[in-house]
Every structure is written in C-alpha cells, then in structure tokens.
C-alpha cells in the first residue's frame, strides 16, 4: 500500500480520517503489514500489501455471512495468470463499447486531469490496472473479496495503484473523494443495489463522473428459470455449482456449434420472443435458460460466467427506467447510456 492512499481512505463507519500506527513494515517505500487507526480506536489491518476495510468473513457483521467474499474469492482463485491477460483484453473492449469509448487512446483522454479513480468491485483487478496503466492519478481497487491480494501482487510495480478490501455498502471514503467511480458488473451483486449505487454516486466529486453497469431484467420465462435455478444452486457447494456450470456451458457450446437458426413469423412478443430470424443458442439463452458460451472465450471462461450467474449470492435485474431514476435521484446527470439484453450501461456526471 502506497503511503499517498492513506490520505485517500476513511473510516467506513464514522467516515472520519485514519492514520497509521507507527510500528507498520515498509518495502521499498510500500507499508506491506501494519494497522490504520480510527479517531474512535477503531484498528484495520494492513496484510501483504493491502488494506483490509471489511469485517473479518466469519464475522456475523458482514450482510450474508461472507457467502459473497467466499464466493468470488473461489472464483477469481480459478484463474491461472495467463487467464487474466487474455481475460483483460476481452473486458476492456466490452467496456468501451458498453461506456462509449473508442480504445485505449479515448479512454486515456477521458482520465487526463481526473484526480482520483476508484474501480468498486475490482475482481481480479483489471479495470484499476488499466486506469493506472493510462492515466496519472492514483487508482484505487477495491473488492469485498480476497481477490484484491493477487491483483496487488501481479500489479504492485505500478506507483499509482493500490487495492484495497472494502465493502460498497460501507465505502471506507469519505463522499465527493473521487471524480471517477467504476462499478463494473458488480451492484447488483450487493444485498441493496440501489443503496449501492447511492453509495457509489455519494463518492463522486463536483465534475466527476460514475460508469455503472447491471443486469437488465429478462423475459418472463428466463427470469422464472433464474429464480428456481438460483434457489437451487444458493445450496451447492462450490464444487457442485461448478460442476452445474460446466453442464450448462456443454449445453451452450453445443447449442452454439450446430449453427441452427429459427424464424418465426409471430414470435412470442409477451415472452420476449420477438419475430424474425433467431439462432437457436442465442433464443434459448436470452428468454429461457442462462447457458453460455463464447468462442473467443473458450471453455473455462466460459464456465465462470455460468459459475458468475448461478453461484454468487445477490444477483437482482433492473430495468433502464430505474437506472435512469437511480442517476436523477442522486442529483448526476445521464453522459451515456447502453442497453443491451444482459445489462444497462451508464455513465452519469455530477455537476461542477
Ligand atoms: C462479476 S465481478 C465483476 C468484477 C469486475 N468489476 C469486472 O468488471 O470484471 C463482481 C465483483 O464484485 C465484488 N463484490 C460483490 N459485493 C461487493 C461489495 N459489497 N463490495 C465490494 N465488492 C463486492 C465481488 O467480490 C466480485 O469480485
């Protein structure tokens, strides 16, 4: 943890500033063990690197018991380090497109002059990396999980980056710190996505800007499936989730290779079938059943998205009408706006 974060960080329950105890190790100019002081005596850990801002995960103060840390961290865990690289190149492209940027030389314009960057929900740390990588001020990634100790490991060399574990309902900031929150495919996997995305949208300064994204509502017989799946698998272990992943990504795959496409005359327009031509992988995945599969993916991938959907514990759907209240109840105003059938995209900017 570089020294410049502390000044960035609060405590998360009274949001007043912290400092550090004086026995804290440093490395190379990096405090890597140690604990930050509340004004109230309040001490969090700093482990390998990385400010810990959350409860412990069997502490009975986390919302569902750390069944969302457990979780995630299992599935980041997954990941072999070459995984992430080609995994970066995927989720950067999908974000231009989804956040209305044209590549890395468009994004970089948009970080010139920002003064700080927090990615809520980082994962394995990816979006924070790219925003250091391509701007100048201090990032911040922050996840509830224990994935953020890999991600300070593979990107600890950049000087303005760190990582922290930090809860998004509880944010350890203190609000207008930021003048750009990312929180990527991650509120709606809170208890309280719009408490969530308040917290997130509090966090941002005069001129700053937020870049949400969060499942869209499906049709009604997908939604259904959803329900009942998510029931059962809420009482896997993960081993059997996985497993129940890699059927489903079988399915989609194979559903995939054979090319078959539908049309339909009618469709079923109350159900989310409109008409018109279909392939048939694509029909099945959006109204019925979630059973992904990508190519350019390839397989294990491919089975922690279907791993992503059925096993993390809060996944709510929402719809454009709330996102677009969400934004004008926190006084920020719509940039841009993307909606496609697995999720709504937007990037919203409070005035100076
Ligand atoms: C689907 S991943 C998205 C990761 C990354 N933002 C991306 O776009 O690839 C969701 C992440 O949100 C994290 N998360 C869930 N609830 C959280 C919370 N309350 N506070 C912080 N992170 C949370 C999970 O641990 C997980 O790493």
């Known amino acids: 943890m570089h020294p410049h974060l502390i000044d960035l960080l609060a405590d998360p329950r009274s949001r007043s500033p912290l400092t550090l105890e004086p026995d804290a190790a440093s490395v190379d100019g990096e405090i890597t063990a140690g ?18 801002m959350v409860p412990d995960v069997d502490s009975s103060v986390t919302v569902d018991e750390g069944a969302t840390q457990r979780s995630f961290g299992a599935k980041w865990a997954q990941y072999e ?21 044209a590549g890395d030389e ?11 960057i927090l990615d809520a929900g980082t994962g394995p740390g990816l979006c924070a990396a790219r925003c250091a990588r391509l701007g100048s001020a201090p990032v911040v990634g922050m996840d509830l999980s224990e994935s953020v100790t ?20 509880n944010p350890p900031f203190a609000p207008g710190t930021f003048d750009l929150v990312v929180a990527d495919q991650v509120l709606h996997h ?19 800007q937020i870049a949400a994204y969060v499942y869209r509502k499906k049709p009604i017989i997908r939604e259904l499936v959803d329900d009942h799946v998510i029931d059962l698998t809420s009482r896997l272990s993960f081993e059997q989730c996985l497993e129940l992943s890699e059927q489903l990504t079988e399915l989609g795959r194979e559903l995939s290779r054979t090319e078959a496409r539908v049309t ?22 959006w109204t019925m059943l979630k059973c ?14 279907n791993y992503d959907w ?10 454009e009408e709330e996102v677009l209240g969400w934004c004008s109840d926190a006084g920020l105003e719509v940039e841009h706006l993307n909606v496609i059938e697995s999720g709504i995209s937007v990037r919203a900017s409070r005035a100076r």
């Not at 890999?150 to 809860?167: C, E, K, M, S, V």
């Open 35 to 52: 604990f930050l002081r509340s004004q109230d005596g309040t001490r969090y850990e700093i482990r390998e690197g990385v400010a810990r």
């Open 81 to 101: 380090e070459a995984e992430k690289d080609h995994l970066a190149d995927f989720q950067y492209r999908w974000f231009d497109e989804r956040f209305g940027f």
């Open 106 to 116: 468009e994004f970089a314009s948009f970080l010139e002059g920002r003064r700080a």
């Open 150 to 169: 890999a991600a300070h490991r593979r990107y600890a060399d950049q000087a303005n980056l760190d990582y922290i574990q930090g809860d998004i309902l």
């Open 190 to 208: 809170t208890p309280d996505c719009v408490g969530a995305f308040a917290r997130m949208a509090e966090l941002v300064a005069p001129g700053g």
């Open 264 to 285: 339909l005359e009618r469709g079923v327009p109350l159900l989310g079938i409109e008409p018109g031509e279909h392939d048939v992988q694509r029909l099945v995945y």
């Open 292 to 305: 992904f599969w990508n190519e350019e993916l390839g397989w294990h991938q491919s089975v922690l998205v």
């Open 310 to 319: 059925y096993s993390p514990v809060f996944r709510s759907r929402h719809t």
